[in-house]
């Protein structure tokens, strides 16, 4: 049975900044051994883990200005009015 490889984080900055250099994936992944979808792998989820916290910010944005345009209007905006 094969044992999974841990990465520190530091060892996962390491190829970050190989890459930033202007190094070759393919070299990077060669000279780190580990394979070159392992690296865009990496970079996916931090382009992802960004985006969720772009998004996360927005809505409490647009959160809290609800709650501002609620007091302000005198009436929570998500309440729902009952047909009779």
Known sequence: MTT????TKAFKQTPVRRLESGRS???VARAL???PSDLQVERKIGQQAMEIDFLKRALQHVEEQRRLRARKNGSPSTSRSRRK
């Open 4 to 7: 999974r490889r841990e990465f």
């Open 25 to 27: 994936a393919a070299e």
């Open 33 to 35: 051994q580990v394979h």
